[in-house]
């Protein structure tokens, strides 16, 4: 456990990120065998992927990752199209059908408990990382963790086309859709496609009618967070946001 900061449960500490690169709670759900996801730990890591260099803790670790690279996919979902790469995943998997992390609020189900934690903060509203430089708080030590490295620290991910910097690998791999074009994530239901995750799932709320975000003063219900902080500031707080006079 972290002994130089008595806040590192819900604060980032700027130790701990010093000299880790990692929150307290980011380094308690650490569990994988990938080195490039825990780089800090001692674990002697033999084996070497010779299409990337990642580096893993064992020979079925290693076996299991080199399907990433040439797509196959052996394990099937007998309930849906998903398949996965290891047993392992697919069991996981399995819990979004057998409902046993499910959300009592909106009744979506998740592959674990954790998933299941950081959802139902979509109900409460709940952020419970806060850091203490600027007192932003977020949902996700990660999101919190991402966010700290705003603070006078260097973005080391650059984009090859324009100048735009990111510090996180996936932000850049994510903002190079904006230069190709490239749309993976969509629609089952009308084909619109997506180049960001979080878009096809904000937009299957207009299928489904999911309004996750609800007030806490009037229980109004809506699909986006944009939408019940706007509703929030006009109706409850007798502000307008800045955008509506646009």
């Known amino acids: ?6 806040y590192c ?6 130790l701990c990120l010093l000299y880790t690169g990692q929150s307290f709670d980011m380094m308690m ?8 996801e825990n780089p800090y730990d001692d674990k002697p890591r033999p084996y070497v992927c010779t299409v990337c260099d990642k580096r893993f803790t064992t020979k079925g670790s290693l076996k299991r990752h080199k399907l990433t690279h040439t797509g196959e996919m052996l394990y099937s979902c007998t309930q849906c199209e998903k398949s996965f790469t290891a047993d392992q995943y697919l069991r996981q998997h399995m819990n979004v059908h057998s409902s046993k992390y499910k959300c009592t609020e909106c009744g979506k189900c998740f592959q674990n408990n954790r998933e299941l934690t950081v959802h139902r903060r979509s109900h409460s509203g709940e952020k419970p990382f806060e850091c203490f430089v600027c007192s932003k708080r977020f949902t996700q030590s990660a999101h919190l963790v991402s966010h700290s490295r705003t603070h006078g620290v260097e973005k080391l991910y650059k984009c ?10 996936g932000d850049l791999k994510k903002h190079m859709r904006v230069h190709s074009g490239d749309k993976p994530f969509i629609c089952e239901l009308c084909d619109k496609a997506f180049s960001r995750s979080a878009d096809l799932n904000r937009h299957m709320r207009v299928h489904t009618g999911d309004k ?15 939408s019940l902080r ?17």
Do not use: W
């Open 230 to 246: 706007s509703h929030e500031q006009r109706i409850h707080t007798g502000s307008a946001p800045y955008n509506s006079f646009l």
């Open 9 to 14: 449960q819900n604060y980032v500490c700027m």
């Open 29 to 36: 759900e650490a569990d994988s065998d990938d080195i490039s």
């Open 160 to 169: 090859d086309l324009c100048d735009k910097a990111f510090n996180e690998s």
């Open 212 to 226: 996750p975000y609800k007030c806490s003063l009037c229980e109004k219900c809506f699909t986006l967070s944009s």
């Open 1 to 6: 456990m972290c002994n130089c900061c008595c």
